[in-house]
């Protein structure tokens, strides 16, 4: 083939340019130690790498849900183990105070210290993370009211006294019961008083009975403003209820007047003022028993607001379809109706400063149970916190695979490409020194 | 008899051809580096024994030639090579074109750089709204996630608008070649009239055949081009583009060039038939592949814009939605109440673009217009931190794949870049070889031309010797005969 001095000229050239193209590439390569630096580079691995920032990416969200999670569940964990201690304490007291043999003095006493553990369960329950509650469902700031700024989850009724979680009452229906089941007591109180009375052959016996008689009616009506005070929660009106508040008011006025005659031991009209006294505590029988079904009806309805609110958790995400709650709802921690820690502790109070020391058993009973619900829960809760430990490990383990994939897939091998690029230079100055002498010759450098 | 003068007749004619031929390898040589020359030789043929002297010789049994005439000076080209060169140069410079267009818009949207990227955008964004759903009552949470949000609008505006400003680039390109093919095309009907004017007396207008294969070999890398000889007359060259005539002689029928007020976009045509990226190749069909290709096929600048497009209207439709169905949450100044948008256009137009996309004026004024909770906060007042909407909206990447999408464009984007760059690599094999193969047949060797210079120097000193010679013989006969004694 022919060859013309243009020819040789312009390979020479391109065969140049494609070494110093080379030897640009690799030089990018080693500035940047990076293999890929365009799209085009190498595709495959493009979208391998995206793909793997991608998955990177997500990781890190979860593991930062995780840390909030955890931060707040150990918060949880220390609360309700606390909760736990409240209850051994009270469980203990509540074993010492159903001795039969004790002084309405030494039930006093105990009844202080309940009251103390019973305060305390209220300021644990409204535990806040940082400034956010975490007992309290989806309530997180608490709520704005006119009369307050900041109404915590869990409040105490200033006019009934019930526990209120999120402006719901946590146990109406076992108030009411409470109320209805101590005036029954009352009533029996007030009979036997009666008949005291009816038998006594003493000025003294009957002054004893018609105090008696005072004291049951005075209990009763005691009860029953519990029992109005649960319906008062549920906010109920109506005729039944203005019979109860009527028969209350007789009750209390009944229990005055026996007081008024034993004080000036005035015993004429003792039979008249105890039967007063049986028939007021009749007639709160009567108006309780009205009241029932409306109570029950209100209380199932609160029920299932409650059930509502137990599902209003705040939840974080911590893998794919897997989430975690950072907030816990009051009705899962405290318990509901009966089982409410508060209302045990409360009614644990009423019976140890009224003097009720039958119904002090079945107190015993309730807080053992309420302890076996709490360790269930606090367990729970450590058992979460277990998980995301593990979960955490996993991430931060699956985190440096894909860090190691992304550097396998991107980042230039600095040795092999310090290598090739020497070697493309020497390939390249080798190609300038044998083209700087064959190009420069012609025949015309020999002709004279 | 042959005439007296024959001899140096002979020997005149041996000089001028030598004199020709050192001339034209002068002229080869001097040319060595000139764009387009091809070498010329001298065709010289031997004189026939005249008319006349030919029936007398016939007689006398000796006629003798007259010496060397020359018969012309031709181009050494392959037309063959030029054509297939011509064609190789159109596919060439399309796929040239079309890998600097392809560079840029890969540069535009290099997601694999470590920062900047709309795909750090995006993961930022949910993020921040993953954080948001584990206190929505938090103003940091909210602020961060309209800081994210706003970032996130303005990569998409960012990329649109150098995506933008690719196409008006590849647009005035369109314009700037149709100019220069219309003005080479001139050209080429003022060479052929002054081709054919030269022509028409018998001898070859080399140089100017030469300019005129030069113009055709650039003219076909700005566009695919057919020629061929005009039919009544040979030395013109009629040129077509797209199969329609637009040089015809010394007649051009030029491309017009149409621009769209609103648009900007510059439209070609020939004869009321426009010129698309379908119907051309070489530089000009690459510029209007790149601008109007919306397809997944060669896709050009439109196919990844309304990718973007597709991207930033799937976003702001699924978050509109969600923030629609929750509350905001409640202020001194406001009441909770239903979200509105989430993402709006900011110029007004209905459909989202990534161009529009920003966030609802709405959010920007108070980050508690993020509707994250999915019950309204003044009734339902033991719910402030209520996140059932904040945590859907989170959900949103993983059920939605956003960041797949991202990386399949840019997948996509990083295949056809990488298939463009082999074809042109194997293209630009290919030419180089066809115009080697060119170069072999009618470049200028340096080393043939001084061999040549040497034979025709030796041709010249040959025939002047034999001009000498005879010039003595006739001094010998005109002088020195009939002088007898003198």
């Not at chain 2, 984007?413 to 290919?430: F, I, K, R, Y």
Request: charged share 20%; hydrophobic share 35%.
């Amino acid at each position: 083939m022919r060859i013309t001095n243009s020819m040789m000229v312009s390979s020479y050239l391109t065969d140049l340019n494609a070494s110093l193209n080379r030897v640009s590439d690799l030089q990018s390569q080693v500035n940047t130690s990076k293999r890929i630096s365009t799209l085009s580079d190498d595709p495959v691995a493009t979208a391998q790498s995206l793909i793997v920032r991608s998955n990177l990416s997500t990781l890190s969200i979860y593991q930062s849900n995780i840390d909030t999670a955890q931060s707040a569940l150990t918060t949880a964990e220390t609360s309700v183990d606390s909760l736990n201690d409240i209850i051994q304490s009270a469980y203990e007291i509540a074993v010492d105070a159903n001795d039969g043999t004790l002084t309405q003095d030494d039930l006093d006493t105990f009844a202080t210290q309940i009251a103390n553990l019973r305060d305390e369960v209220l300021s644990i329950a409204n535990t806040t993370q940082g400034t956010n509650y975490i007992f309290g469902g989806y309530n997180v700031t608490g709520t704005e009211t006119t009369t307050s700024s900041n109404t915590p989850p869990f409040t105490v009724d200033e006019d009934t006294g019930l526990l209120m979680y999120n402006g719901l009452p946590m146990y109406p229906d076992a108030a009411y019961t409470y109320g209805v089941t101590t005036v029954a007591a009352a009533g029996t109180a007030a009979q036997e008083a009666s008949e005291t009375i009816s038998t006594a052959t003493t000025d003294e016996d009957i002054l004893a009975g018609l105090e008696d008689s005072s004291a049951a009616a005075t209990a009763a009506a005691e009860a029953a403003t519990k029992a109005l005070n649960a319906a008062d929660s549920l906010g109920l009106s109506g005729s039944n209820y203005d019979a109860l508040v009527d028969a209350i008011d007789a009750a209390t006025a009944a229990a005055t007047d026996a007081t008024d005659a034993v004080s000036t031991s005035d015993t004429t009209n003792a039979t008249t003022l105890a039967a007063a006294s049986e028939d007021a505590i009749t007639a709160i029988t009567t108006a309780l028993s009205n009241l029932q079904s409306e109570v029950t009806t209100a209380a199932d309805a609160n029920a299932l607001l409650l059930e509502e609110e137990a599902d209003k958790t705040v939840s974080v995400q911590i893998g794919t379809s897997q989430s975690v709650d950072i907030t816990y709802a009051g009705t899962e921690i405290l318990g509901t109706g009966e089982d409410n820690i508060y209302y045990i502790l409360d009614t644990l109070y009423n019976d140890l400063t009224a003097g009720n020391t039958d119904s002090i058993a079945s107190s015993v009973t309730a807080l053992q149970s309420a302890q076996s619900d709490v360790l269930t829960t606090e367990t729970e809760i450590g058992g979460t916190i277990n998980r995301l430990d593990l979960l955490d490990e996993r991430y931060t383990s699956s985190e440096l695979n894909y860090t190691e994939m992304k550097s396998d897939v991107e980042d230039a091998d600095l040795a092999e490409a310090i290598t090739n690029l020497t070697m493309a230079m020497t390939v390249y100055e080798a190609a300038l020194a044998a083209g700087s002498n064959i190009i420069q010759n012609s025949l015309v450098d020999y002709l004279n | 008899m042959a005439s007296t003068f024959l001899g140096l007749e002979i020997g005149k004619s041996g000089l001028t051809a030598a004199s020709v031929n050192l001339n034209i390898t002068g002229h080869n040589i001097s040319n060595v580096d000139t764009a387009g020359y091809t070498r010329q030789r001298v065709s010289t043929s031997a004189l026939e024994p005249s008319g006349m002297n030919y029936v007398i010789s016939q007689i006398n049994s000796s006629s003798t030639g007259q010496g060397v005439e020359i018969t012309g000076i031709q181009q050494i080209r392959s037309d063959y090579l030029d054509l297939q060169y011509r064609n190789q140069n159109s596919e060439y410079t399309y796929g040239e074109y079309t890998v600097q267009g392809l560079t840029y818009l890969e540069s535009v949207m290099n997601e694999l750089e470590d920062s900047g990227t709309l795909s750090e955008a995006i993961s930022d964004f949910f993020t921040s709204l993953n954080t948001l759903a584990g206190d929505t009552t938090s103003q940091e949470y909210r602020m961060a996630v309209q800081q994210k949000a706003l970032a996130l609008t303005e990569s998409f505006n960012d990329v649109y608008e150098q995506l933008q400003s690719l196409w008006s680039d590849q647009n005035t390109a369109i314009n700037t070649v149709a100019t220069e093919i219309n003005s080479k095309l001139e050209s080429i009907a003022e060479l052929n009239g002054a081709i054919a004017d030269y022509e028409s007396s018998g001898e070859t207008a080399n140089d100017l055949r030469d300019e005129r294969n030069l113009l055709l070999d650039e003219l076909s890398g700005l566009v695919d081009i057919t020629y061929s000889d005009n039919s009544s007359n040979s030395s013109m060259v009629d040129v077509q583009i797209a199969g329609i005539s637009v040089v015809s002689g010394e007649e051009t029928n030029l491309i017009v060039i149409d621009q769209d007020a609103t648009t900007e976009e510059y439209s070609l045509s020939i004869d009321s038939t426009e010129l698309t990226a379908d119907n051309v190749s070489g530089a000009l069909g690459a510029h209007f592949n790149l601008r109007d290709n919306d397809t997944a096929v060669d896709s050009g600048i439109p196919y990844y814009i309304n990718q973007l497009n597709e991207l930033a209207a799937a976003i702001a439709e699924d978050f509109n939605t969600l923030n629609q169905t929750g509350y905001t949450y409640p202020t001194d100044s406001a009441d909770s109440e239903l979200g509105g948008d989430f993402f709006e256009t900011s110029d007004g137009t209905s459909t989202i673009t990534a161009g529009n996309i920003t966030l609802a004026a709405d959010i920007v004024d108070s980050v508690y217009n993020i509707a994250a909770s999915d019950a309204d906060l003044d009734t339902s007042t033991t719910e402030s931190g209520n996140a059932v909407i904040a945590s859907q909206m989170a959900a949103l990447l993983d059920s939605e794949g956003y960041d797949s999408t991202l990386t399949a464009i840019a997948t996509q984007l990083g295949v056809t870049v990488e298939s463009a760059e082999t074809a042109l690599d194997n293209d630009q094999s290919l030419l180089e070889s066809i115009d080697t193969q060119r170069t072999s047949v009618s470049g200028v060797s340096i080393d043939e031309e001084t061999t040549n210079l040497i034979k025709y120097q030796q041709a010249y000193n040959a025939c002047a010797r034999v001009v000498t010679t005879i010039d003595e013989m006739l001094d010998k006969l005109i002088n020195g005969t009939g002088q007898v004694g003198l």
